[in-house]
């Protein structure tokens, strides 16, 4: 029995850094918000994206968003599984800073911007722009960056959102399903009977069989399908998929059992492989980064004295980074290229990066902030009630 307690309070321990701030996900969504923002500036240009261990630095900065969003959405509904309150704290933290973009994109930086000067611009086809408030990504608005080495897209890093949106509504069903319950273990101290150690351990091989399949689905899709799309409602559902293996992966991470596997010495000694594997063949390499890349992200996350722990914890600029970071790069490409001095990888990063970052700050201020505050309030009531 003392050994179950014990092993009780590490599980509390480990569960409860996730509540108490204790841990580096704040600092590793703004690493992975750059990521995605120095990646995406050597596409703009034209040219060659920056990489890492033989993978895009914005394709790595996505991926990061999304295995963490996986783990913190996950534990969201496991510290309190009510369908409404759970519904409001995602709708509050992801729609109104993206709908207050879309609006000032749509009503203001669009004819700003645009070739055809206001009026042009305001009896085109600027509307179709507000699809986007709905999820269905539209990039392009009526004369706005024509001329681009990229034309014609204003923001093209918004095709994740209906992603994200879409696995908020799933996760709830899928941690039910495979038992990813507060009272198995999850922050609450209760003596387990054999049989229901029985069950958690054939829900936890259920449960990574899952993740096996979907990993190998990807494989197979980067092999098969790797130039094919397929569209449904504005969104390429085979990139989504990538998507998709990343977040589950990062929801796996939520059980105990592979929390106490991490080692932040081990995960940066294993980051080697994926060095190895690089030249090794595209399923090779992917295979490897399944498994090392989640291992390293979570094992600096949760690791048990958290560096970072402060940075973000009141100032979160990475969803305003990703949210404005695409369409300033834009503007200063057009602006310099249209000067006759076409910038460089350097100089269009640091001038864009200083468009952004207040553009973070408000973004954080007036609408990020808020809403959050709106949400719990409105999660209050309802809890109340």
Same mark, same amino acid.
């Given at each position: 029995?003392?050994?179950?307690r ?13 509540a ?10 703004? !690493?992975?918000? !750059? ?13 060659k994206?920056?990489?890492?261990? &033989? ?13 963490i ?8 509904w ?6 409404l ?9 992801l ?6 973009m ?29 699809l ?5 990504i ?12 990229i034309?014609?897209?204003?923001? &093209? ?16 069903? #899928? ?7 507060k ?19 054939r ?10 399949l979907? !990993?190998?689905?990807?494989? #197979? ?25 990343m977040?589950?992966?990062g ?12 080692n ?9 492989? #994926? ?8 399923? #090779? ?6 498994i ?10 949760l ?24 369409f ?29 970052i ?20 409105? !999660? ?6």
């Amino acid at each position: 029995m003392g050994e179950q307690r014990s092993e009780n309070h590490r599980g509390r321990e480990k569960a409860g850094m996730t509540a108490n701030k204790s841990n580096n996900f704040s600092a590793l969504r703004l !690493c992975a918000a !750059c990521f995605v923002f120095a990646g995406h500036m050597g596409m703009l240009l034209g040219g060659k994206t920056p990489v890492f261990t &033989g993978f895009s630095l914005h394709w790595l900065g996505v991926s990061m968003l999304f295995l963490i969003g996986g783990y913190l959405v996950s534990w969201s509904w496991i510290k309190d599984p009510h369908p409404l309150r759970y519904g409001i704290k995602r709708f509050m933290r992801l729609w109104p800073p993206f709908a207050v973009m879309v609006l000032l994109m749509t009503y203001i930086a669009g004819p700003l911007v645009s070739d055809l000067g206001a009026g042009g611009y305001f009896g085109s086809w600027y509307k179709l722009y507000l699809l986007n408030l709905r999820f269905y990504i539209v990039y392009a608005q009526p004369g706005v960056f024509p001329d681009n080495p990229i034309p014609m897209s204003t923001n &093209g890093s918004l095709w994740t959102m209906p992603v994200e949106a879409a696995l908020y509504v799933l996760t709830p069903f #899928l941690l039910t399903l495979f038992g990813m319950r507060k009272k198995n273990g999850f922050g609450e101290a209760a003596a387990k009977t054999s049989g229901e150690n029985e069950r958690n351990r054939r829900l936890f091989v259920i449960h990574a069989v899952f993740i096996a399949l979907l !990993c190998l689905g990807d494989v #197979l899709l980067r092999i098969f399908a790797a130039d094919r799309q397929v569209i449904f409602y504005g969104t390429d559902l085979v990139y989504a998929y990538h998507l998709v293996v990343m977040y589950m992966i990062g929801m796996f991470f939520v059980r105990e059992e592979l929390q106490r596997s991490l080692n932040l010495q081990r995960a940066v000694l294993l980051t080697a492989v #994926l060095f190895l594997t690089e030249y090794a063949g595209e399923p #090779l390499h992917f295979a490897a980064l399944y498994i090392v890349f989640p291992y390293l992200i979570f094992s600096l996350a949760l690791t048990k004295e958290p560096a970072f722990a402060r940075v973000g914890s009141r100032v979160d600029l990475s969803y305003g980074i990703y949210l404005y970071g695409y369409f300033f790069q834009q503007l200063v490409i057009q602006r310099m290229c249209r000067a006759g001095h076409p910038p460089g990888y350097l100089t269009a990063l640091a001038l864009s990066g200083i468009l952004t970052i207040p553009a973070a700050f408000l973004s954080w201020y007036l609408t990020e902030k808020p809403s959050i505050a709106i949400g719990k309030l409105l !999660c209050r009531l309802f809890r109340r009630s």
